[in-house]
Structures are given as structure tokens and as C-alpha cells.
């Protein structure tokens, strides 16, 4: 097992150890800083003269009051439409792979082979069994895909009756099936990930900072396991509220995965899902955890994209948390209206995408 699969973090550095601070992420001169203020249309959020209301106004308490929150993006680079495409991530990914696939373009992670699996839920897409919650599972993905050295964990499929068993690297929402099955779907994964090689844009969209990992198997997981499993295997797994440090880290390995494998001009967009955390196994509660893991993935999402000109951040989080709540949430405040989801991709698409002539 590779060392970036395990969980296994260490603190070498005693509390009073004064080491000289890193690198800010962005230095410019006082002059550059000067021209940015004058350049950015959107700098100040409120001018005690302006009009609350004005629905032109330029001021952030200005436009919080529309709708629809509408942020101004200055995007790294523009993806083309002849781009192969590839979304990896939490279920927002597969929003942005439908709003791809309506303007024609091309969607290798939207294989048409999930789509003939059988959902445990009618109103639920194959394609959720691809869904990637944390860091660390989403490297995982790519590794055991792209890098020949990599071995899938064997020993942490686990069997849950005497003829159904489940692959934690995957989301639940398929019927679980017999061990046959199970692999053959664990196959397909890894050979439609492998598609990533020969897409030029790819977007990573980060979930969850809480996660479990198999002590067995040495190796995180996707998802909570299996609630039968946390009773019957108590010892065999381990929740961890992981950190900036980790969650970057994985980022920094999945930039040198895709340098090394990945098309040889790939760009990132890297964004965070505004779909808060279901529920929590810290002793926090559920909104404080929220906001926690949130602004940590928003956080690291940030410094992975100063630190690369390739990856860009695209604000979702921002935009739904901005806009109204009761146009932008479903009833349960958890699941995004149909209407926002539609925002967020013309904004991504709009500042993105190469326009036609």
C-alpha cells in the first residue's frame, strides 16, 4: 500500500517550536496592489451613500440582495469545446457533467456503462455510485487507475449477508450485489477513471473533511461504513476529522498523479459543494461541523490553486450560500433547487468555456 492511501499522520514539532513562517500564496507590490483595487468592480461591500436597493449597484450589500448571487470571476484560463472533459468529486460533479453533456460536450466520467446498473433507488442515476466524497478517496480513484504500481485493497471489500458484499470506495446507491458482481463494478470504476488520461479539463469538487478509514485494510474509505458493520466489526474502523495539512496533500499528489499520466496539458477547476454534511460522528453540532469542514476544503481548495497556474477555484459554495434561501434550497436546506444548480453551471460555462464565434 502506497504511503498517501494510509491514514497515519505524526506531530514531530513540540507547541513552542518558533519555525519561521511559510511563503505567503500571493505577494505583489504595493503598486500591483494598488491596480488590483482599481481594476476589481466588486472590492468594497458597502458605501454608506449608495442605494441598498439599486439593482445595478456594485457594492457586495448591493447585490446580496438579489436572487441570485452572481460573483465576478476573473477565470486562470478558458477550456475549449472540443476538450474532453472528466468530473470527479461529490455528487455536485454530476450536476456539472449534466450541464456539459446539454451543450454537447464531450464527458468521459458520464460513461453510458453506470448508467445500466441497478440503483437501490429509483429516482437515483447509476452514476451516483461513482460519487467521491473526500480527498483521499478521490486519489485513490486515480491512483489505482493511472499509476501501474498502485493495488486496489482487496481485503477491504467487506461482505455484509451470505451473498451480498460492499465496496466502501464507492457511494451506496447501488443494490448491493454478490462478490462477482461487486468486482466487476469495482473493474468498470477503475477503467472509466482511467479515462481521465486523455481529458484536458478536469473538475475535482471537494465534499466532506470527515472521514473513516479501514484499520484492516489500512487504507480510507469513501463513505461511512455500513451501519451493520460498525456493530457486528467495531474495531475495524476509524473516524478521523482530517486536516488542512492532509486534505492539501492529497491535492498536491493528485496534481503529480495527473502530471505524470494525465493529458499532457490537463487544467483543474477545483470547487467545493455547497451540500451540507448529512449528519456528524464528532461531538460538534451538525451546523458548527458543517462550517467547519466546509471553510477547511474552501481553504485548502484556495492555496491548491495559487500553487498551481493550471488549477483555478470556481465559487459554487459561495454562490448558493450567497443567494436567497428559499430560491436556492430545497425544503430539507440541504440539497440545491433545480433553478440554482442551473445558475451555477451557465456562470461556470459563461467564464469557462471558449464562446462560439
Known amino acids: 500500500m502506497h504511503a498517501t492511501c494510509l491514514g497515519k499522520t505524526t506531530d514531530s514539532n513540540p507547541p513552542n517550536d518558533h519555525r519561521s513562517p511559510m511563503k505567503s500564496p500571493y505577494v505583489v507590490t504595493a503598486g500591483e496592489a494598488l491596480a488590483n483595487y482599481q481594476a476589481n468592480e466588486a472590492r468594497c461591500w458597502y458605501k454608506s451613500s449608495a442605494d441598498p436597493a439599486d439593482p445595478a449597484g456594485k457594492y457586495a450589500f448591493q447585490r ?5 448571487f452572481t460573483p465576478r470571476l476573473n477565470p486562470k484560463f478558458r477550456l475549449r469545446r472540443d476538450d474532453k472533459f472528466y468530473a470527479i468529486g461529490s455528487c455536485f460533479a454530476r450536476g456539472l457533467e449534466n450541464a456539459l453533456m446539454k451543450h454537447k460536450l464531450s464527458v468521459e466520467s458520464a460513461a453510458p456503462e453506470f448508467s445500466k446498473l441497478q440503483p437501490a433507488n429509483k429516482e437515483v442515476s447509476g452514476l451516483g455510485f461513482t460519487n467521491k466524497y473526500n480527498t483521499y478517496s478521490i486519489l485513490n480513484e486515480l491512483r489505482w487507475a493511472l499509476d501501474p504500481d498502485a493495488e486496489f485493497p482487496r481485503e477491504s471489500i467487506v461482505q455484509l449477508t451470505k451473498t451480498t ?4 470506495h464507492t457511494a451506496p446507491t447501488l443494490v448491493f450485489a454478490d462478490l462477482q458482481e461487486t468486482l466487476e463494478r469495482r473493474t468498470l470504476m477503475q477503467e472509466v477513471t482511467r479515462r481521465v488520461e486523455n481529458c484536458r479539463a ?7 473533511a470527515e472521514v473513516w478509514r479501514d484499520i484492516k485494510a489500512n487504507v480510507f474509505i469513501n463513505r461511512t461504513p455500513i451501519p451493520s458493520l460498525l456493530e457486528s466489526d467495531p474495531d475495524r474502523y476509524e473516524f478521523h476529522l482530517t486536516s488542512f495539512a492532509q486534505n492539501l496533500a492529497n491535492l498536491e499528489a493528485i496534481h503529480a498523479l495527473l502530471t505524470e499520466y494525465g493529458h499532457p496539458d490537463f487544467h483543474i477547476v477545483v470547487t467545493v459543494s455547497p451540500v451540507p454534511l448529512m449528519n456528524t460522528f464528532s461531538t460538534m453540532d451538525i451546523v458548527v461541523a458543517n462550517t467547519w469542514a466546509k471553510s477547511l476544503l474552501r481553504a485548502v481548495a484556495q492555496e491548491w490553486a495559487a500553487a498551481h497556474a493550471n488549477v483555478d477555484y ?25 433553478a440554482g444548480a442551473h445558475h451555477i453551471m451557465e456562470l461556470f460555462l459563461r467564464n469557462y468555456l471558449e464562446q462560439e464565434p
Open 202 to 208: 478536469v473538475i475535482v469538487t471537494l465534499g466532506l
Open 165 to 168: 458484499w460492499d465496496d466502501p
Open 314 to 338: 470556481f465559487p459554487s459554495y459561495e454562490i448558493v450560500l450567497a443567494s436567497d434561501r428559499a430560491a436556492a434550497w430545497e425544503r430539507d436546506l440541504r440539497h440545491v433547487k433545480g
Open 64 to 68: 446580496l440582495r438579489h436572487t441570485w
